[in-house]
């Protein structure tokens, strides 16, 4: 199955987020990722529902919604409501894991658990056949720009293993620090699809940075 670019919006110019969306067209990317931030559970605050709602008029691509916000529930229907085909919560952050997933699906939008880089792959161990996607943060969330932290690469091989072994359907994305030096090791673990903010937006090339990336992880589409 071909592997996903998700260029996440965080990193990019949103003085001309039409234009900067369209670069990233250009360069094949396969989802638009959306980090939303309240400034509570991360120590930062981007947008909601209504940018995503003009992502939605911008793009046909997938728009991918990470909710790094306090409280979850309470915005999924907002969320959905805007456009959003993908959503995700963080395990960190939602007592009733369960019946939040549902909650996501029953929007007709694909389900995700989201981990910070601590949180072991073993708190998702009874929900996996339930979940679309695991998303493995590969770095602290609340910024773009990090570092990849390399103890998660153990995390995503660990999460692909467990994968294959048990026959499970959902995908796995990985989150933070992704850029040309590391992505090629981060596919090889077993990610299927990459979000990078800064080693595209902040690249200078942003359709040529995103082609590079996709052609790094799908080789034969060369
Ligand atoms: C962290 C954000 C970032 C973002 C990607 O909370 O989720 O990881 O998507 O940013 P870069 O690619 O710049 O690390
Ligand atoms: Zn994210």
Redesign the pocket.
């Known amino acids: 199955m071909n592997k996903l670019i998700a260029p996440?919006l965080?990193?990019a110019d949103f003085s001309n987020l039409s234009q900067q969306i369209r670069l990233v067209e250009i360069g094949g990317a396969h989802m638009i990722?959306c980090?939303i931030m309240d400034g509570n559970f991360?120590p930062n605050i981007t947008f909601g529902p209504l940018v995503v709602e003009s992502v939605r008029k911008i793009t046909k691509l997938p728009i991918d919604v990470?909710l790094?916000i306090r409280n979850p529930d309470n915005f999924i229907f907002e969320f959905a409501k805007a456009g959003a085909d993908y959503i995700s919560v963080h395990q960190e952050e939602v007592q009733h894991l369960d019946r939040t997933i549902n909650l996501i699906k029953d929007q007709n939008s694909k389900a995700g658990v989201v981990l910070n880089p601590a949180t072991p792959i073993s708190t998702l161990k009874n929900i996996f056949s339930i979940l679309d996607f695991v998303l493995i943060m590969s770095?602290n969330?609340?910024?773009?720009?990090?570092q990849f932290i390399p103890y998660t690469l153990e995390k995503i091989r660990e999460l692909d293993k467990i994968r294959a072994e048990k026959g499970y359907k959902f995908r796995i994305e990985v989150?933070?620090?992704?850029g040309k030096s590391n992505i090629e090791k981060i596919s090889s673990a077993g990610c299927d699809i990459f979000?990078?903010?800064?080693?595209i937006f902040r690249s200078g090339n942003i359709s040529a940075a995103t082609v590079e990336l996709n052609n790094l992880v799908n080789p034969s589409i060369n």
């Open positions: 996440s965080i990193a990722h980090d991360v990470h790094m770095v969330p609340g910024f773009g720009g990090q989150d933070g620090g992704i979000i990078a903010g800064s080693s």
